[in-house]
Structure formats: structure tokens, C-alpha cells
């Protein structure tokens, strides 16, 4: 697995400068640590040493530390002085990675949600919009803990633990030889446990889920079983499949931890290892007391960022999970948006639909299906039909926000007569594209949906309430051409006659109305009514 | 996708919610010994980081004293004793307290289901599928967690921090305060700093939440609409407004989390530093040895790892505490709405014991005699800010059927849960012999099979069972037969035994249907409702619906259909449309 999205770094300007300015506090961090440790070495010597310290006992390192740091009187202020700069480093980096996460989330939800929206009708209706709601609304929140628990501590095992072990290499080759070969022996370890048990655990994770998903299945069923009496019987069940879920999860778990305890056991014994070996080299001269103590110091420094990533090993598993998510999203190809040919100007003619087809999604059916319609200026169309027959996509693509998978909508400017010679079509949509300027032809649609946004304005009203807004506004947008979406659902009869009074009116002042309605008034109130069907696509006809 | 359901993640730690989470934990009957136990492994793996420090110091500071190598050999023994120790107890503490835990939610579940099933019908017939999985799913693992997470560290952050100052009391009493302050700083301030980070994150984080899953909701879903209207600047603007304010949450908690980063590395910085300079002066003075001395320079440095588990166990705590929260609610009424009322009413169903479980449906289900007549008086049902429905009246007698027609969202659903007296109605009322049906009818003198009934993972035969627990596989057979699935069953691996569901053998739309269909046939209810039985089904199945229905008036049935399609009701004697 990759510890970091490239995407992140290449695309997500915060994600990259955090990363490099982490890697900077990481060096400050491994400087500190050095400088602590080499100070309380410096001052713990001479009150241990039998003899009074003659040489410098941390060689080339004593550069860092002057020797005059053996006094408390001035190693003690130093020693201050080192912790308040740790203390500041590491409330800068929580801070720069809190201020980082909320960054990245940020830039990422705007950018997809934006992307999203541009992604027409069908596929945010694919249940893709779904997923994206969640995903912006809480599988971005992952990348939080990645950001603040994990990139540092990555940050630390690629800085300070290579720096400290030059760095005791410097004080004592021994001792950084011990620390070298078992450093590599974690992962290696941690592979080969995992290797080993990996059949062991995959079965028991299977039977795990297994159980646990029906677990949640019976207990979904409770509505069911509450309508059928049943509900008391499988709360016996519902214990015994617990019982075997917990008993598949341990023995997961007992071999899931244990890479951990080869993690920890092999960093501690290391640690216990150097410090058992300098002892019996101390005794014998081997190495002096000032170096001794500064590398029994270093010694777990080295490990700790390595077990921390191993520590936060989900937090970055799930942020990771959580980017992908995101960039899968970012990445899925924008659909053409209209053609160059500038819009018609709707009110100049009539909206001729000829033989248009929609393919479904799924790409089994056609609703609506070889549709033919012809609707003028100063009509009201009704489109009626059953239930997924087709009426709202055929709206749809009237609006130009999906184009027609078969067939043909032009603008027919001249004399509505359907037998006049010179009829000029202008074509707006056809063959799975839309030809115009989509903001053009979108400019001149009063398009009402079955379920009207407005904005926050609209989030108090009722469904009824917002249907009647959103009316308002397609009535009194002075557009040529009115698309309406089951318009008196929602209403009680007297505003229902209202809505097809005003329809009514519209197109006497010239407006083109269609609307798609199940409503036996709003059809009798129309001047041609279209029944649209669905069909499923044969391959003969494909 | 509910917007609240969203929210509901990072909802507010209310007062009631502690309390909550005490009475989770108290439902999971987990007892204090294997918490005490975990506890002790937990203070044995992180102790032996302490021990190891502390020993090696004093290894080390011996060894310069140049002793013969046989004064070092027990320490060095004890140093790669607890080399080894940590590991190995480490592992242990997590088995024993993960253990504990799931032993925990084993109790909790069965408890939560119990009280999900012993809860009002209407309560529980509500409930939405996704809110039931997300509750007794990740919320339980989530009061679990509170074991593992909270409880077990907090334990062995205090006692490993108690270990470690007495160690250093016993050889510079001074030093061990000192050690003491700066641990009890680290521990109570970045638990309070912690705390006021959750406090933050549920006001304005779960507010600022909120306000970015609506925006985005409305920026996406109705993004056609802001095209024609061209308000897609405008709308994507309010999603970035949300977004900043969601930053700006974000941002207020990061202060206090900072705090407690910095807290906790300036209190070990203090103790460290009063370590080293009590241990050199009092070396120097000849008040301790040198190799004691080093120890009490030295522990600070390992001490701190256990109360550095804080802020993550409170943090754990919050989120336990709003998953308790929740869980509540899943099972007590929803508090000011006409729906409030229909828990208690649930009592006289609760007289099966549940622990009898396996034999109690069998008894349950064959206690009615026939009924007279369903009488519907004017019934309406709403819900909170819902039109109510057109008042329906109609008097059904045995052997009749009758059709309730609607077009989709009129309210048919909810007038059925209303018929099956798990809800009380608007206005109007529902009488079976005359008195009104209540929830101890739902389910017994009443089966309702609702649109998204569901189908469990478990054979095409225990399916069925669901209706009744003795339905024997030839009268699954022959109702499986009624309803046309009889050509489908013989093509299945296992026959009647073939797993169906997520995990089996998937079924159609259309098979899924006619199950039901016979699902409902084998319930010995006298009255039947069944909600868009025609939805997925192609001509034939409308023909096993015709014949299905026909065979329950036969059997002296009173049957309630729900739908929106207009046709295949020709067989329904009496017929009521809800748009008037």
C-alpha cells in the first residue's frame, strides 16, 4: 500500500505544502530529541563516572553539545531551552495539521461536489449522487486523522529515525549496528507473520463478516417480523449468531495481533539488547559512560516513529480510502455540454420532437420511446403515460440537459402549418448530442421539476409550498418556452385549477407550455396531448 | 440519503448522554473483573517500557562503576525480561480487552433487539432499514469501542503512572512529586483540553456539518435546475460558504488539540528536567547512588507513553457516548408527534417470554378466530407536516378484498400501518368487530407485507417460515406453486433448501415479489395487507396475484390491497381512490 496518494501531493496544493513543511519540523524534531538526549548525557556523566571525565565522550557529536554542558548550571537552561522549542514543534505541527487536513477536505469536497454537479441529470440520479453526498459529507472526514495522526509520524520514521542512527553511529558503531539489522527485521517480521496467517485470517475475516452481516440482516428484518408477529422468536438467534461472531472475530484477531507484538516485541528487545551490551562493555572499559548513556537514550527514539506508523496503520488505510474516493469521482470524464451552433431563439417557432428515444441507464429499455410531438408557440402540450414511461426524461432533453440517445428536437421557425413549403428547421438536439449552446437554449427554458430547490429560502417550506414558488418564478420568467414536471402534485384542487388557468394563459400570450401530468384536468385543458411509452431496445432495432 | 442521518455522526454529547452510555454499558452486563483484567495487561505491557528504562538505567550508571560483570547479570536478565514482556502483555491486554468487549456486544445486541422488537409497532415499522444497520452495527461497535478505546487505557494510564512515581518517590520523595504534578498535568489537562475539543466539534462542527451535506445535497441533486435558472455559481457559492464554515469549526477545535499536544510534551519536558537535576545534585551530595539516581533522571522519559493514550480515550468517550445516545432513541418513541402515544399500547404482545423463543411464534400465531369485520370509518392518517389523507370509509366482510389507489407518495403506506393499528390515525378510525385495532393487533390478527418487506439471508424455506414457524416444505411448495414460482424453485441448486439474500442466490425484482406473495398466503392472519403486491410484475404475475387473491376470499380472508397502478384490481369488490 502507498503511504501517500501521489494525486494529493500533485493536485491538492495544501496536501503539498504540508507534507513539505512536516518533513521540515520532522528534521527540527530529530535535532531536539539528539540535542536532549546528548545534554542529560552530558550532565548525568560526571556524577557517575569513578573517575573524573577527561576526553569528550560523544566524539564528533560534541560539537552539538559543548562539554560545558556538564555544569547543571548552564546544561539545565539548554535543556529548557530544548524543550520549550519540542514544545512549540509539536504544537506547530498539530496546529499545521489540523489547518492542512481542513484544507485539503475542503479544496477536495468543493472540487467534486462542483464536478458532480456538472455531471447531468443521469448520473447524479444513477445513485452516483448518492455516493457522492456521502462521500462529501463524511468520507472526506477521514482524511483528518490521516493528516494529523499518520503523515507525521511517517514524516518522523523518514527523517528522525534515519538521522538518529547516524547519529548513534557517530557515538557508538556497536550499537548502531545492532539497531540497523533489527530495524529492517520489523517489516520483514511483520510480512512473513502476515504470510503465514494470511490464509488462517482471510477465513476467519470471511466468517467474521459473514456473521456479522447476518446479524445486521435478522435484525434489519425487525420491521418485517413486527408486521408478521414474528418479532419475538429470533432474538435467541440473534444471540447465538453473536456468539459465533465474536468467536470468529478473536480468532482473527488473536492472529491479526499479532504482527503487532512482533512489532513491538522486536523494537523493545533491540532497546534491551543495546543496553544490555553497553553494560558489559562499560564494565570492561569498552566504551565510556557519557556515550553510554546518550545512546541508551536515543535508542528508543529510533523506534518510536516506526511503531507509531504501525500504531496509525488505519487511519491512513481509511484517509487513503477516503482521497480515492474523491479522485475516483474528480476523474470520471465530464459529458459534452452542447455544441457551437449558437441557440435558436425559441420563440420564433415550434419544438418539433421526432422520433426521440432515451435509453435507460441500464441500457435494456427506451422511455420514452420513438416520441413525436409537435410543440408551438402559444400551445399547451400534456404529455401523459405510466408510471417510468418516460415523461420527465423527455422534459429532460427538451431543456437540453440530456440529449436524445435516438431521434431528433429542432426549432421549426415559419408557419406552424403542417403542410407549409417553407419551413426552416434549425436542429438542436440529435443522436445522443445536443448541437446548441446549452446556456442559450437553458436560457430561454422555465424548467419546474417534480421536487423544486430553492435554495435555503426553500428548506422551510413544504413540498406543496416550494412546488408553488417555483411556478411562480417559471411564470413569471417571461421565458418562451415552459417545461413543467407534474406541476399540480402536491395541490389541492383550487390550486390546481389556478395552475392550469395560469398555464392556460401563458400560452395564449404566445408561450410554448408542456407538461407532463398523470391530472385528467390539466390534460383536457390541453391543445395536443403526447402519450409516450417505454419500450425495451431489441437488437434487431440496435 | 436523510441529511439528518448525516449529521447524526457528530451529534451533540446532550447531558442525557452519559447517562446513556452508562445504561449501554450496564446492558452489556460486562462485569468488572475482565476489565480489571485487561487493565492489568495493559499496565503489565506499558509498566515494562517504564521497568525496562528503569532498569537499564540503572545498568548502565552500575556498569560505570566497573563492578564484576556477575553484580550486572540479574539486572541484565530483568532488562531483556521486560525487552520480551512488553510485547507479549501488550498482546494479551488487547485479546483480553477486545474480548471483554465483544462478550459485551454479544449482551447488548440481543438486548437492543429485544427492546426493538418489544417497542411499539408503530415505532419499529418506521424505522428505515439503513438507520437499524447504521445503529446496531457501527453505533454498538462504537459503545464497544468504549471498553477498548476509553476505558482499558485510562485504567492503565493511571496505574502505570502511579507505578511509575512511586518508584521514583521511593529513592527522591521530591522527585516523585514532582514526577506526580507533571503526570497529573499531562493527564487531566489534555483530558479537559480534549473534552472542550469534542464540546467544540459538537456544537459547531455538527452544525457546520449539516450545513455542508444540505448544500451539497442541493448543489448536486438539483443541478439541472440551476442550469436552466443559471443559479449554479450561486448554489456551488453556498456549498463554499458551508465549507468555510466547516473550516472555521475545524480550526476551533484544532486550538485546544494543539494545547494538549504542546501540554503534554512541556510536562514531560518539566519532568525531565526536575528529574535530572534532583538526580545529579542528589548524587552528587551522596544522598542515593549513582545507579538509583540515574533511574529517577531517566523514568520520565519512558513514563509519559501511557497518559499520551488520553486524548484519544476521551475523544472515544464522546463518540461511544453519542452512538449510546442514539442507540436510545432507536428503541423509545419519537417525542411530539401523534405517534408518541403507541409504545405503550405494545404491552399486552409482550407476555411471550423471549427466552423461549423457538417454540413461542408457533403458539403465538394460532391464537385468533376469525373476524368478523374491518370496518374503515372515515380514516385519515398524516404524518408531522404531511396533507393528510382523504378520509376513506369502507366495511369489509370476510372473503372480501379491497383497493386502496394512489399515486405514489399520497400517503397509502402509511394508511395500511394505520389499518394494522401500528399507528393511531389522523382522524377517523379502524375497527375490526367494532373495536379499534391497536398495535397488539399488528402482526397478529393483522399481517401486513409491506413494499420492501424484507428477505433474509437464510433458505427460500425459512423465508416463508417467517410467516408461520411450522410451515412444512409441502405447503411451501404448493404456495410457492399459487403464487408461479414453481418453475423458478425446481431450477434452484438446493430446491426449497437454497440460500437466498446478499449472501445466496440473488432474487429478482419480480421472484422477490411473488415471495412475499407467498410469504403473506402462509400467515394465518384473518386480516391481510399488503402494500403494492403488482410492483415489478409482468403479466403472468399479475395472473398468480389474481389467483393468489382470489384463494384467500376463498379461504374467508379479508384482504387490503395498496397500489398505484390502475389496473390489475379488477378482482377487488370494493375500491377507494385517494385523490378524491
Same mark, same amino acid.
Given at each position: 500500500?502507498?503511504?501517500?496518494?501521489?494525486?494529493?501531493?500533485?493536485?491538492?496544493?495544501?496536501?503539498?505544502?504540508?507534507?513539505?513543511?512536516?518533513?521540515?519540523?520532522?528534521?527540527?524534531?530529530?535535532?531536539?530529541?539528539?540535542?536532549?538526549? @546528548?545534554?542529560? /548525557?552530558?550532565? =548525568?556523566? +560526571?556524577? !557517575?563516572?569513578?573517575?573524573? %571525565?577527561?576526553? #569528550?565522550? $560523544?566524539?564528533? *557529536?560534541?560539537?552539538?553539545?559543548?562539554?560545558?554542558?556538564?555544569?547543571?548550571?548552564?546544561?539545565?537552561?539548554?535543556?529548557?531551552?530544548?524543550?520549550?522549542?519540542?514544545?512549540?514543534?509539536?504544537?506547530?505541527?498539530?496546529?499545521?495539521?489540523?489547518?492542512?487536513?481542513?484544507?485539503?477536505?475542503?479544496?477536495?469536497?468543493?472540487?467534486?461536489?462542483?464536478?458532480?454537479?456538472?455531471?447531468?441529470?443521469?448520473?447524479?440520479?444513477?445513485?452516483?449522487?448518492?455516493?457522492?453526498?456521502?462521500?462529501?459529507?463524511?468520507?472526506?472526514?477521514?482524511?483528518?486523522?490521516?493528516?494529523?495522526?499518520?503523515?507525521?509520524? @511517517?514524516?518522523? /520514521?523518514?527523517? =528522525?529515525? +534515519?538521522? !538518529?542512527?547516524?547519529?548513534? %553511529?557517530?557515538? #557508538?558503531? $556497536?550499537?548502531? *549496528?545492532?539497531?540497523?539489522?533489527?530495524?529492517?527485521?520489523?517489516?520483514?517480521?511483520?510480512?512473513?507473520?502476515?504470510?503465514?496467517?494470511?490464509?488462517?485470517?482471510?477465513?476467519?475475516?470471511?466468517?467474521?463478516?459473514?456473521?456479522?452481516?447476518?446479524?445486521?440482516?435478522?435484525?434489519?428484518?425487525?420491521?418485517?417480523?413486527?408486521?408478521?408477529?414474528?418479532?419475538?422468536?429470533?432474538?435467541?438467534?440473534?444471540?447465538?449468531?453473536?456468539?459465533?461472531?465474536?468467536?470468529?472475530?478473536?480468532?482473527?484477531?488473536?492472529?491479526?495481533?499479532?504482527?503487532?507484538?512482533?512489532?513491538?516485541?522486536?523494537?523493545?528487545?533491540?532497546?534491551?539488547?543495546?543496553?544490555?551490551?553497553?553494560?558489559?562493555?562499560?564494565?570492561?572499559?569498552?566504551?565510556?559512560?557519557?556515550?553510554? *548513556?546518550?545512546?541508551?537514550?536515543?535508542?528508543?527514539?529510533?523506534?518510536?516513529?516506526?511503531?507509531?506508523?504501525?500504531?496509525?496503520?488505519?487511519?491512513?488505510?481509511?484517509?487513503?480510502?477516503?482521497?480515492?474516493?474523491?479522485?475516483?469521482?474528480?476523474?470520471?470524464?465530464?459529458?459534452?455540454?452542447?455544441?457551437?451552433?449558437?441557440?435558436?431563439?425559441?420563440?420564433?417557432?415550434?419544438?418539433?420532437?421526432?422520433?426521440?428515444?432515451?435509453?435507460?441507464?441500464?441500457?435494456?429499455?427506451?422511455?420514452?420511446?420513438?416520441?413525436?410531438?409537435?410543440?408551438?408557440?402559444?400551445?399547451?402540450?400534456?404529455?401523459?403515460?405510466?408510471?417510468?414511461?418516460?415523461?420527465?426524461?423527455?422534459?429532460?432533453?427538451?431543456?437540453?440537459?440530456?440529449?436524445?440517445?435516438?431521434?431528433?428536437?429542432?426549432?421549426?421557425?415559419?408557419?406552424?402549418?403542417?403542410?407549409?413549403?417553407?419551413?426552416?428547421?434549425?436542429?438542436?438536439?440529435?443522436?445522443?448530442?445536443?448541437?446548441?449552446?446549452?446556456?442559450?437554449?437553458?436560457?430561454?427554458?422555465?424548467?419546474?421539476?417534480?421536487?423544486?430547490?430553492?435554495?435555503?429560502?426553500?428548506?422551510?417550506?413544504?413540498?406543496?409550498?416550494?412546488?408553488?414558488?417555483?411556478?411562480?418564478?417559471?411564470?413569471?420568467?417571461?421565458?418562451?418556452?415552459?417545461?413543467?414536471?407534474?406541476?399540480?402534485?402536491?395541490?389541492?384542487?383550487?390550486?390546481?385549477?389556478?395552475?392550469?388557468?395560469?398555464?392556460?394563459?401563458?400560452?395564449?400570450?404566445?408561450?410554448?407550455?408542456?407538461?407532463?401530468?398523470?391530472?385528467?384536468?390539466?390534460?383536457?385543458?390541453?391543445?395536443?396531448?403526447?402519450?409516450?411509452?417505454?419500450?425495451?431496445?431489441?437488437?434487431?432495432?440496435? | 440519503?436523510?441529511?439528518?442521518?448525516?449529521?447524526?455522526?457528530?451529534?451533540?454529547?446532550?447531558?442525557?448522554?452519559?447517562?446513556?452510555?452508562?445504561?449501554?454499558?450496564?446492558?452489556?452486563?460486562?462485569?468488572?473483573?475482565?476489565?480489571?483484567?485487561?487493565?492489568?495487561?495493559?499496565?503489565?505491557?506499558?509498566?515494562?517500557?517504564?521497568?525496562?528504562?528503569?532498569?537499564?538505567?540503572?545498568?548502565?550508571?552500575?556498569?560505570?562503576?566497573?563492578?564484576?560483570?556477575?553484580?550486572?547479570?540479574?539486572?541484565?536478565?530483568?532488562?531483556?525480561?521486560?525487552?520480551?514482556?512488553?510485547?507479549?502483555?501488550?498482546?494479551?491486554?488487547?485479546?483480553?480487552?477486545?474480548?471483554?468487549?465483544?462478550?459485551?456486544?454479544?449482551?447488548?445486541?440481543?438486548?437492543?433487539?429485544?427492546?426493538?422488537?418489544?417497542?411499539?409497532?408503530?415505532?419499529?415499522?418506521?424505522?428505515?432499514?439503513?438507520?437499524?444497520?447504521?445503529?446496531?452495527?457501527?453505533?454498538?461497535?462504537?459503545?464497544?469501542?468504549?471498553?477498548?478505546?476509553?476505558?482499558?487505557?485510562?485504567?492503565?494510564?493511571?496505574?502505570?503512572?502511579?507505578?511509575?512515581?512511586?518508584?521514583?518517590?521511593?529513592?527522591?520523595?521530591?522527585?516523585?512529586?514532582?514526577?506526580?504534578?507533571?503526570?497529573?498535568?499531562?493527564?487531566?489537562?489534555?483530558?479537559?483540553?480534549?473534552?472542550?475539543?469534542?464540546?467544540?466539534?459538537?456544537?459547531?462542527?455538527?452544525?457546520?456539518?449539516?450545513?455542508?451535506?444540505?448544500?451539497?445535497?442541493?448543489?448536486?441533486?438539483?443541478?439541472?435546475?440551476?442550469?436552466?435558472?443559471?443559479?449554479?455559481?450561486?448554489?456551488?457559492?453556498?456549498?463554499?460558504?458551508?465549507?468555510?464554515?466547516?473550516?472555521?469549526?475545524?480550526?476551533?477545535?484544532?486550538?485546544?488539540?494543539?494545547?494538549?499536544?504542546?501540554?503534554?510534551?512541556?510536562?514531560?519536558?518539566?519532568?525531565?528536567?526536575?528529574?535530572?537535576?534532583?538526580?545529579?545534585?542528589?548524587?552528587?551530595?551522596?544522598?542515593?547512588?549513582?545507579?538509583?539516581?540515574?533511574?529517577?533522571?531517566?523514568?520520565?522519559?519512558?513514563?509519559?507513553?501511557?497518559?499520551?493514550?488520553?486524548?484519544?480515550?476521551?475523544?472515544?468517550?464522546?463518540?461511544?457516548?453519542?452512538?449510546?445516545?442514539?442507540?436510545?432513541?432507536?428503541?423509545?418513541?419519537?417525542?411530539?408527534?401523534?405517534?408518541?402515544?403507541?409504545?405503550?399500547?405494545?404491552?399486552?404482545?409482550?407476555?411471550?417470554?423471549?427466552?423461549?423463543?423457538?417454540?413461542?411464534?408457533?403458539?403465538?400465531?394460532?391464537?385468533?378466530?376469525?373476524?368478523?369485520?374491518?370496518?374503515?370509518?372515515?380514516?385519515?392518517?398524516?404524518?408531522?407536516?404531511?396533507?393528510?389523507?382523504?378520509?376513506?370509509?369502507?366495511?369489509?366482510?370476510?372473503?372480501?378484498?379491497?383497493?386502496?389507489?394512489?399515486?405514489?407518495?399520497?400517503?397509502?403506506?402509511?394508511?395500511?400501518?394505520?389499518?394494522?393499528?401500528?399507528?393511531?390515525?389522523?382522524?377517523?378510525?379502524?375497527?375490526?368487530?367494532?373495536?379499534?385495532?391497536?398495535?397488539?393487533?399488528?402482526?397478529?390478527?393483522?399481517?401486513?407485507?409491506?413494499?420492501?418487506?424484507?428477505?433474509?439471508?437464510?433458505?427460500?424455506?425459512?423465508?416463508?417460515?417467517?410467516?408461520?414457524?411450522?410451515?412444512?416444505?409441502?405447503?411451501?411448495?404448493?404456495?410457492?406453486?399459487?403464487?408461479?414460482?414453481?418453475?423458478?424453485?425446481?431450477?434452484?441448486?438446493?430446491?426449497?433448501?437454497?440460500?437466498?439474500?446478499?449472501?445466496?442466490?440473488?432474487?429478482?425484482?419480480?421472484?422477490?415479489?411473488?415471495?412475499?406473495?407467498?410469504?403473506?398466503?402462509?400467515?394465518?392472519?384473518?386480516?391481510?395487507?399488503?402494500?403494492?403486491?403488482?410492483?415489478?410484475?409482468?403479466?403472468?404475475?399479475?395472473?398468480?396475484?389474481?389467483?393468489?387473491?382470489?384463494?384467500?376470499?376463498?379461504?374467508?380472508?379479508?384482504?387490503?390491497?395498496?397500489?398505484?397502478?390502475?389496473?390489475?384490481?379488477?378482482?377487488?369488490?370494493?375500491?377507494?381512490?385517494?385523490?378524491?
Amino acid at each position: 500500500m502507498k503511504p501517500i496518494d501521489p494525486r494529493l501531493v500533485v493536485r491538492i496544493g495544501p496536501a503539498r505544502r504540508y507534507i513539505l513543511v512536516t518533513a521540515g519540523l520532522g528534521l527540527l524534531t530529530a535535532l531536539l530529541v539528539a540535542v536532549q538526549a @546528548l545534554l542529560i /548525557a552530558r550532565m =548525568l556523566a +560526571p556524577v !557517575l563516572a569513578p573517575t573524573p %571525565l577527561t576526553g #569528550d565522550g $560523544l566524539g564528533w *557529536l560534541g560539537t552539538l553539545v559543548p562539554t560545558s554542558a556538564r555544569e547543571l548550571s548552564s546544561g539545565l537552561p539548554l535543556l529548557a531551552g530544548v524543550i520549550a522549542l519540542r514544545t512549540l514543534t509539536s504544537w506547530l505541527q498539530e496546529r499545521l495539521a489540523h489547518r492542512a487536513g481542513a484544507q485539503v477536505i475542503s479544496e477536495l469536497r468543493s472540487q467534486v461536489v462542483a464536478h458532480a454537479a456538472a455531471m447531468g441529470p443521469r448520473w447524479i440520479a444513477s445513485g452516483r449522487g448518492a455516493d457522492v453526498v456521502t462521500v462529501v459529507s463524511r468520507g472526506l472526514d477521514d482524511l483528518l486523522p490521516y493528516f494529523v495522526r499518520y503523515l507525521p509520524q @511517517l514524516a518522523l /520514521a523518514s527523517t =528522525l529515525t +534515519p538521522i !538518529l542512527i547516524v547519529l548513534v %553511529l557517530g557515538l #557508538d558503531w $556497536l550499537s548502531a *549496528l545492532i539497531v540497523t539489522l533489527t530495524l529492517p527485521l520489523v517489516p520483514i517480521f511483520m510480512i512473513l507473520v502476515g504470510l503465514v496467517t494470511r490464509e488462517r485470517s482471510e477465513k476467519h475475516l470471511k466468517a467474521m463478516q459473514t456473521l456479522g452481516a447476518r446479524t445486521l440482516d435478522l435484525i434489519a428484518g425487525v420491521p418485517t417480523l413486527k408486521a408478521l408477529g414474528r418479532e419475538r422468536g429470533p432474538a435467541a438467534r440473534v444471540r447465538e449468531l453473536g456468539e459465533a461472531h465474536r468467536k470468529a472475530t478473536m480468532g482473527s484477531l488473536r492472529v491479526a495481533f499479532l504482527s503487532g507484538m512482533v512489532l513491538e516485541l522486536l523494537t523493545t528487545l533491540a532497546v534491551a539488547i543495546v543496553a544490555v551490551t553497553m553494560g558489559f562493555r562499560l564494565v570492561e572499559g569498552g566504551i565510556g559512560i557519557e556515550t553510554a *548513556l546518550a545512546v541508551l537514550i536515543l535508542a528508543p527514539e529510533v523506534y518510536l516513529p516506526v511503531r507509531n506508523v504501525g500504531t496509525h496503520f488505519h487511519a491512513s488505510a481509511d484517509g487513503l480510502a477516503a482521497a480515492d474516493a474523491a479522485f475516483e469521482i474528480l476523474d470520471e470524464p465530464l459529458p459534452a455540454m452542447g455544441g457551437d451552433a449558437p441557440a435558436p431563439d425559441a420563440a420564433r417557432g415550434a419544438i418539433v420532437v421526432t422520433g426521440v428515444g432515451i435509453a435507460t441507464p441500464d441500457g435494456v429499455r427506451e422511455a420514452p420511446s420513438g416520441a413525436d410531438v409537435r410543440c408551438s408557440p402559444g400551445t399547451l402540450t400534456a404529455i401523459v403515460g405510466a408510471n417510468g414511461s418516460g415523461k420527465s426524461t423527455l422534459l429532460l432533453a427538451l431543456a437540453g440537459l440530456l440529449p436524445p440517445t435516438a431521434g431528433r428536437i429542432s426549432l421549426e421557425t415559419g408557419s406552424a402549418a403542417d403542410d407549409a413549403p417553407e419551413r426552416d428547421a434549425e436542429v438542436v438536439a440529435q443522436d445522443g448530442a445536443l448541437l446548441v449552446d446549452a446556456d442559450g437554449w437553458a436560457k430561454q427554458i422555465a424548467w419546474v421539476p417534480q421536487r423544486p430547490d430553492l435554495g435555503p429560502a426553500g428548506r422551510t417550506l413544504s413540498l406543496g409550498q416550494r412546488q408553488r414558488v417555483a411556478l411562480d418564478r417559471a411564470f413569471e420568467s417571461g421565458r418562451p418556452v415552459l417545461l413543467l414536471d407534474e406541476p399540480t402534485a402536491h395541490l389541492d384542487p383550487d390550486s390546481r385549477d389556478q395552475i392550469v388557468e395560469r398555464m392556460r394563459a401563458l400560452a395564449a400570450s404566445g408561450a410554448t407550455v408542456v407538461v407532463a401530468t398523470h391530472e385528467p384536468d390539466v390534460v383536457h385543458a390541453a391543445d395536443e396531448v403526447l402519450t409516450v411509452e417505454s419500450r425495451e431496445i431489441t437488437e434487431v432495432s440496435a | 440519503m436523510s441529511v439528518t442521518a448525516e449529521t447524526t455522526r457528530r451529534e451533540a454529547p446532550t447531558p442525557g448522554a452519559s447517562a446513556a452510555l452508562r445504561d449501554a454499558l450496564r446492558s452489556t452486563g460486562i462485569r468488572t473483573w475482565p476489565v480489571i483484567r485487561a487493565v492489568l495487561a495493559g499496565t503489565m505491557a506499558l509498566g515494562s517500557a517504564v521497568g525496562l528504562s528503569a532498569v537499564a538505567a540503572w545498568l548502565i550508571a552500575k556498569a560505570a562503576e566497573m563492578p564484576s560483570p556477575a553484580d550486572l547479570a540479574l539486572a541484565a536478565v530483568i532488562v531483556r525480561f521486560f525487552g520480551i514482556s512488553r510485547g507479549l502483555f501488550r498482546y494479551l491486554e488487547r485479546l483480553a480487552s477486545h474480548d471483554t468487549a465483544l462478550r459485551g456486544m454479544v449482551e447488548l445486541r440481543e438486548r437492543t433487539y429485544e427492546r426493538l422488537a418489544a417497542a411499539g409497532a408503530g415505532r419499529v415499522l418506521t424505522l428505515s432499514r439503513g438507520d437499524i444497520v447504521a445503529r446496531i452495527g457501527t453505533d454498538l461497535d462504537s459503545v464497544g469501542d468504549a471498553v477498548v478505546r476509553a476505558i482499558v487505557p485510562t485504567g492503565v494510564a493511571v496505574t502505570v503512572s502511579l507505578i511509575s512515581v512511586g518508584i521514583v518517590t521511593a529513592i527522591i520523595p521530591v522527585a516523585g512529586l514532582v514526577l506526580a504534578g507533571c503526570l497529573a498535568l499531562a493527564g487531566f489537562g489534555t483530558a479537559a483540553l480534549t473534552a472542550r475539543q469534542a464540546r467544540i466539534a459538537a456544537e459547531a462542527g455538527v452544525k457546520a456539518h449539516a450545513e455542508v451535506a444540505a448544500t451539497s445535497l442541493a448543489a448536486i441533486e438539483s443541478a439541472s435546475e440551476h442550469r436552466i435558472w443559471g443559479t449554479t455559481s450561486e448554489s456551488l457559492a453556498r456549498v463554499e460558504h458551508a465549507n468555510r464554515d466547516a473550516e472555521a469549526a475545524l480550526e476551533a477545535e484544532a486550538r485546544p488539540a494543539s494545547a494538549a499536544a504542546a501540554l503534554l510534551t512541556v510536562s514531560q519536558g518539566l519532568a525531565i528536567i526536575g528529574g535530572v537535576w534532583l538526580a545529579v545534585v542528589a548524587i552528587d551530595s551522596g544522598q542515593v547512588s549513582g545507579p538509583w539516581g540515574t533511574v529517577v533522571a531517566l523514568l520520565p522519559l519512558a513514563a509519559f507513553e501511557a497518559v499520551g493514550a488520553v486524548p484519544a480515550a476521551v475523544q472515544q468517550l464522546y463518540r461511544s457516548r453519542a452512538a449510546a445516545r442514539r442507540i436510545q432513541e432507536l428503541t423509545t418513541p419519537l417525542a411530539g408527534t401523534a405517534f408518541a402515544a403507541t409504545t405503550g399500547a405494545s404491552k399486552p404482545a409482550d407476555n411471550t417470554p423471549a427466552d423461549d423463543a423457538d417454540a413461542a411464534p408457533h403458539v403465538e400465531n394460532r391464537t385468533d378466530p376469525r373476524v368478523g369485520t374491518l370496518t374503515l370509518d372515515r380514516l385519515s392518517v398524516a404524518w408531522p407536516g404531511m396533507t393528510p389523507t382523504r378520509p376513506i370509509s369502507a366495511e369489509l366482510h370476510p372473503g372480501e378484498t379491497l383497493a386502496i389507489v394512489g399515486p405514489s407518495g399520497i400517503g397509502k403506506s402509511t394508511l395500511l400501518l394505520a389499518i394494522a393499528g401500528a399507528i393511531p390515525p389522523h382522524e377517523g378510525s379502524a375497527l375490526l368487530d367494532g373495536a379499534a385495532v391497536t398495535p397488539a393487533d399488528t402482526g397478529h390478527r393483522i399481517a401486513l407485507t409491506a413494499e420492501d418487506a424484507h428477505v433474509f439471508e437464510t433458505t427460500v424455506l425459512e423465508n416463508l417460515r417467517v410467516a408461520r414457524g411450522d410451515v412444512t416444505a409441502d405447503e411451501a411448495a404448493e404456495a410457492l406453486a399459487a403464487v408461479g414460482l414453481d418453475r423458478w424453485i425446481a431450477a434452484l441448486p438446493d430446491g426449497l433448501d437454497t440460500m437466498i439474500g446478499s449472501g445466496g442466490h440473488t432474487v429478482s425484482g419480480g421472484e422477490r415479489r411473488r415471495l412475499l406473495l407467498a410469504r403473506t398466503m402462509l400467515h394465518p392472519a384473518p386480516v391481510l395487507l399488503i402494500d403494492e403486491p403488482a410492483e415489478h410484475l409482468d403479466k403472468d404475475g399479475q395472473d398468480a396475484l389474481r389467483a393468489v387473491v382470489t384463494r384467500l376470499k376463498a379461504e374467508g380472508r379479508i384482504v387490503v390491497l395498496v397500489t398505484h397502478h390502475e389496473s390489475p384490481l379488477g378482482y377487488a369488490e370494493r375500491r377507494v381512490d385517494l385523490r378524491g
